[in-house]
């Protein structure tokens, strides 16, 4: 399991550094490729007037209201980028895209304020609706499109919105083949009414205000990563060693044929997160937190794994942590016994 202890030498000297002391800009890094490439898919969706300004933070986000992208600040900077694949697996190109496309569709909802239209709270629901962290979500419900991890569109009417704009504007989506006989096809066509609508429209806010900008970040980036890692880890906060014992058995005496169920767990870490994190939704950075407990848990319990079995393995601990996930998702917790 890696941690910040782990850092390698040539990554060392930027733990201590202020992230506001970082220098760190859209332009000329990695991110304004993807900055571009939105605007592009914009362009040939026709929104020839609608243009989301993006900025650096500390994650991905819109703020409440307010038509500008906040894109995590650690892939504006090549070495900030390889400490994160170190610490919470980097988003790859495709999910960078996933997450702009998502993005825009909050802020193309508060630029033109489509939220107070009638038809707009008829198919999604209020807008006002409390926003809850945890919620109950239908799996493979027909009235909700799916583009990111999980279920994601089914939690705030603002949420199913951006999801559905974020399929609409995915090139070779091929939506109208995709989702001809689902109900979320109604959300569909809406999108694409109102995108015909606002082709030549400025924006009813032009410019939005942004919340906690890269410049505003007074942490160090290992204080950021600390916090971090302190809230997801206080998050999984269940005893997993009754279940993994009954997985795995323990080391015991000298046995041939095995090796530490800890060593395979953390070769199925990417898998077993990426499988978790996509079915259920639940951050990825929790996901990866309950996958690292239970390493630590098979470590402190010398419990061992069977060579030649790693098959079966993977598909009890995807099912294991996948129905975990789902309490925490719907409960707010990893309820357990």
Known sequence: MFTLEDVPQELRELLGKRISQLGLRIEGSRVERFVQQLHRELELKALRKFKPACYLTDEWGCPDGEPVIGVPFYLADPRLSQLEKLVNDLEGDRQVMMYMRHEAGHAINYAYRLHARPEWRKLFGPYHRAYREHYQPVPFSRKYVRHI????????????????????????????????????????????????????????????????????????????????????????????????????PSQGRRRKGVRPAADLLEEMRPLLTDKITYWTGVKRAVVRALVERMTRTCKDLHLVAETGREQHYAVELTAYGTTLAMTYLTRGKFFHG
């Not at 919105?161 to 569909?188: D, M």
């Not at 880890?233 to 997985?247: E, N, P, R």
């Open 149 to 248: 991890e999980g279920w994601y569109a089914q939690k705030h009417p603002d949420e199913d919105f951006a999801e559905t704009f974020a399929v609409w504007l995915t090139p070779r989506s091929n939506w109208r083949r995709s989702y001809r006989s689902w109900p979320a096809i109604r959300k569909l066509r809406y999108v694409e009414r109102v995108a015909r609508e606002l082709r030549d429209r400025d924006p009813d806010v032009p410019n939005g205000t942004v919340d906690l900008s890269v410049d505003d970040m007074k942490l160090t980036v290992e204080q950021f990563y600390r916090r971090f890692s302190r809230q997801n880890g206080a998050a999984v906060d269940v005893s997993l060693d009754a279940d993994l014992a009954g997985f795995f």
